[in-house]
């Protein structure tokens, strides 16, 4: 999987560009591996971006459809049609072999090439429920980070893209090589693709200052026993008006809203620390690893162990 093409379309985020070009456009000879060749290419010569400016390649579709490995970063419009042309790029590449990468909504082009009927994928969460409506042959999963069907790949939003680029990595080159290029990029060296896009944690409307309150307090105790009551006694509230303001100016629960700051205040102790999992638990406030692990794979869809081989390189 040596030459790599990158679609450029009309509207689209140099970001999204940058991440292919970044990954596998700039030469690594510090690896001692046979790298990648890399070319941007487009339906027409230029194609606006956003901001105003225009990209001008010489790659066109028949590049595209050529390479190895073909990356479709995105699409102009989630709810509109991809060219015939570019449909029958996509079809021809996955005929000749190759494989088939999109980041973010670019699942789009590939679900209408038909390349994703009977297959598993993903997309930014925003779109999954339109993926699933226009291409109902299409199992989509709306929370995974990305998606690897073997000659198919999907990932979610633009950032995931950078990890399932890792990952391709990891798949041609190796664990070594692929850290290697994660360290250069200061990103993890590797997110497992069925980790949750985000962890749900709403925060209090400012206009409710007990409530509000009550959270600053609980962020400074997570070790200690927290209960309804015992929130309900730092807003001066009886536990059923302390409950309703809560659901009023969070959206949420105490409880649930409890859960997910101790999972998140658990991460930087996954990444860095040399404590135990059963260690964190407790340092977080959670009353066993069990229930440690029960929620933490809730809220991220992989565990505190397969979370923290992620940041071990």
């Known amino acids: 999987m040596r030459t790599v093409s990158v679609l450029a379309y009309p509207g689209m985020s140099m970001f999204e560009l940058g991440i292919v070009t970044e990954v596998f456009g700039l030469p690594r000879p510090e690896l001692d591996v046979d790298w990648y060749r890399l070319t941007v290419c487009a339906e027409a010569g230029e194609v606006p971006v956003i901001g105003g400016a225009r990209l001008r390649t010489d790659g066109d579709l028949d590049t595209l459809a050529a390479a190895d490995t073909v990356i479709i970063p995105g699409v102009s419009d989630v709810r509109g049609a991809c060219s015939p042309a570019l449909v029958a790029a996509l079809r021809s590449a996955h005929a000749r072999g190759a494989r088939l990468v999109s980041i973010c909504s670019g699942a789009f082009a590939l679900a ?113 026993p927290i209960t309804i009551a015992t929130l309900a ?52 406030g959670f009353d066993s690893p069990v229930t440690f692990r029960h929620h933490f794979a809730r809220a991220l869809h992989t565990s505190p162990s397969g979370y923290r081989r992620a940041f071990r390189g």
């Open 112 to 224: 209408e090439a038909g390349l994703l009927d009977g297959r598993r994928a993903t997309t930014h969460w925003r779109y999954a429920a339109r993926l699933a409506e226009r291409f109902p042959a299409v199992t989509v999963d709306p929370d995974v980070l990305y998606v690897d069907e073997g000659d198919v790949l999907t990932s979610a939003g633009s950032a995931a893209g950078l990890d399932l680029c890792v990952h391709l990595i990891r798949t041609d080159h190796g664990a070594a090589v692929a850290n290697a290029v994660a360290r250069r990029l200061v990103v993890p060296p590797h997110r497992e693709g069925g980790q949750a896009q985000f962890i749900e944690s709403p925060v209090s409307a400012p206009e409710d200052d007990a409530v509000t309150a009550t959270m600053a307090w609980a962020l400074a105790n997570l070790t200690a």
């Open 233 to 284: 006694r730092q807003a001066h509230l009886s536990p059923r008006s302390y409950l309703r303001r809560f659901k009023e100016s969070s959206g949420t629960s105490p409880i649930r809203w409890l859960i997910a700051q101790r999972v998140q205040a658990s991460l930087p102790l996954l990444e860095a620390s040399d404590q135990s999992v059963a260690e964190i638990a407790t340092a977080v």
